[in-house]
C-alpha cells in the first residue's frame, strides 16, 4: 500500500517576524556509520571540517536556539570535532538500539530547557550525515511553522520529502514514546496537521552512507 504524504506546500509563507517562534534544534549524531566503513563518517571530511561540523553549523547559522547534539558512538570524538561551537551536548547511551532513541534523547533534552514561559515552541530535528543541507531550508521551515501551516513540517526537493523536520512542542511526549528506527516518521504522515514544505535545495535528500557520497 502506497503511504500516504502530507499535503505539499509552497513558499512565500506570511512571515511573523516580530513574534517568532522560538524553535531549538536537535542534531542526531550519535550513530555507528556501518555502512560506511570502519571510519565514522561524522567525521569524515569535506572542505576542510568533519560532515557533523558542518551540519551542526547549518542549525546555528539558521539561528535555532538552543542546539542540542545527540551523540553516541565515539562520543568524546564527535564532541571534539565540535569544539567552539555554541551546541549542547547529550549521551544517548543506547544508540545502538536506532535512532528513535537519539530521537527521544535530543527531545527530553530540549523539553528540559528552560522553565514553561521560556521553554521551545518547536524544534527542528536534523541529521549529523546531511552536511548539504542549507541553513535558509530551516528558516523557511521555521517561517511555514510561524505560518500556520502545520505543526509536524518536512522540507522536501521536487516533492520528495527529505531532512530536517520540524515538530511543534505538542508531539514532543509522542517523539520520546516511539520505538523501533522510525523517528517522528509516524507522525508526519499520520498527523492532520503535517505538510510537506517545497524548498530548492537538493541537500534535504543527500545524505551520506558511503564513501562515495562524498564529491
Do not use: C, W
Request: proline letters at 7%; hydrophobic letters at 40%.
Amino acid at each position: 500500500m502506497t503511504e500516504r504524504e502530507p499535503p505539499l506546500v509552497e513558499p512565500p509563507f506570511d512571515d511573523p517576524e516580530s513574534d517568532r517562534p522560538r524553535v531549538a534544534g536537535v542534531l542526531l549524531a550519535a550513530g555507528t556509520s556501518s555502512r560506511f566503513g570502519e571510519a565514522n563518517k561524522l567525521l569524515a571530511t569535506r572542505d576542510g571540517d568533519p560532515l557533523v561540523r558542518h551540519a551542526a553549523r547549518t542549525l546555528l547559522d539558521a539561528g535555532v536556539d538552543p542546539v542540542v547534539v545527540v551523540v553516541g558512538h565515539e562520543a568524546d570524538r564527535v564532541v571534539d570535532a565540535l569544539d567552539g561551537l555554541d551546541v549542547t551536548f547529550v549521551r544517548n547511551p543506547d544508540y545502538r538500539q536506532g535512532q528513535t532513541t537519539s530521537v527521544r534523547a535530543g527531545i527530553d533534552a530540549v523539553r528540559d530547557r528552560g522553565d514553561a514561559h521560556d521553554a521551545p515552541d518547536a524544534a527542528v530535528v536534523a541529521l549529523g550525515d546531511m552536511p548539504f543541507v542549507d541553513p535558509e531550508t530551516i528558516g523557511t521551515l521555521v517561517v511555514a511553522y510561524a505560518a500556520g501551516v502545520g505543526d509536524a513540517l518536512a522540507a522536501a526537493y521536487e516533492g520528495t520529502r527529505g531532512n530536517p523536520v520540524l515538530f511543534d512542542r505538542r508531539f514532543f511526549g509522542d517523539l520520546t514514546d516511539v520505538s523501533g528506527d522510525v523517528g517522528g516518521r509516524a507522525i508526519l504522515l499520520e498527523s492532520d496537521d503535517s505538510a510537506r514544505v517545497a524548498v530548492s535545495d537538493s541537500g534535504v535528500r543527500r545524505d551520506v552512507d558511503e564513501r562515495s557520497d562524498l564529491p
